[in-house]
């Protein structure tokens, strides 16, 4: 199975910083990576495709990078709506597997 | 708009049955393979089980394969998960979720999810 390893656990970071969250794959996943958003009690919701294709709607703050084993997500300008905990997911093969997560608080 | 609503989760003791059932609507639910995410109380997500558009084809976690049977009606717009044997670790939100229109193993749209609690 492929593991995936994201970092940090958790940040707190000011609205209009910067936020980058990495991710890494034990074995490479080509770009076959994604990110969800999910605030708490809610379902997760897809940001990010393909390591770097923004979904339909989603706020072009957020950004994603990378392909083979190591990958990123940024917010460019962190807003107050952004604090959530954010997923990575391999899709290069089954079974897919998730990171940690990562837990994004506004100071 | 896609909606994916789950139901049949509940309290159950180990050992125990439950079937989930998600429908789906505002998309062409046999175009699309689908998939079962779980998440257990204050824990991540954990990838569950995956079927093709047509039913033809399945996969599963490998710590779950025995106990679980992914199925659907595409008649009906339906989605289901039989779990068999369950045990305490099982509790958790189970959420269906749509395959991406950019990827079968992507996720675009997800259900609200339903509570499994498995105790006794």
């Known amino acids: 199975d492929i593991q995936m390893t994201q970092s940090p656990s958790s940040v707190s970071a000011s609205v209009g910083d910067r936020v980058t969250i990495t991710c890494r794959a034990s074995?490479?996943?080509?770009?076959?990576l994604a990110w969800y958003q999910q605030k708490p009690g809610k379902a997760p919701n897809l940001l990010i495709y393909?390591?770097?294709s923004l979904q339909s709607g989603v706020p072009s703050r957020f950004s994603g990078s990378g392909s083979g084993t190591d990958f990123t997500l940024t917010i460019s300008s962190l807003q107050p709506e952004d604090s959530a905990t954010y997923y990575c997911?391999?899709?290069?093969?089954?079974?897919?597997?998730f990171g940690g997560g990562t837990k994004v608080e506004i100071k | 708009q896609v909606q994916l609503v789950e139901s049949g989760g509940g309290v159950v003791q180990p050992g125990g049955s439950l079937r989930l059932s998600c429908a789906a609507s505002?998309?062409?639910?046999?175009?699309?393979?689908m998939h079962w995410v779980r998440q257990a109380p204050g824990k991540g997500l954990e990838w569950v089980a995956f079927?093709?558009?047509?039913?033809?084809?399945?996969d599963y976690a490998d710590s779950l394969k025995g106990r679980l049977t992914i199925s659907r009606d595409n008649s009906k717009n339906t989605l289901y998960l039989q779990m068999n044997s369950l045990r305490a670790e099982d509790t958790a939100v189970y959420y269906c979720?749509?395959?991406?229109?950019?990827?079968?193993?992507?996720?675009?749209?997800w259900g609200q999810g339903t509570l499994v609690t498995v105790s006794s």
């Open positions: 979720a749509k395959a991406s229109t950019t990827g079968y193993r992507t996720f675009d749209y």
């Open positions: 505002g998309f062409t639910f046999s175009n699309f393979a």
């Open positions: 079927i093709r558009y047509d039913g033809r084809s399945q």
């Open positions: 074995q490479g996943i080509n770009s076959w």
């Open positions: 393909a390591a770097s």
């Open positions: 997911q391999q899709a290069n093969s089954f079974p897919l597997t």
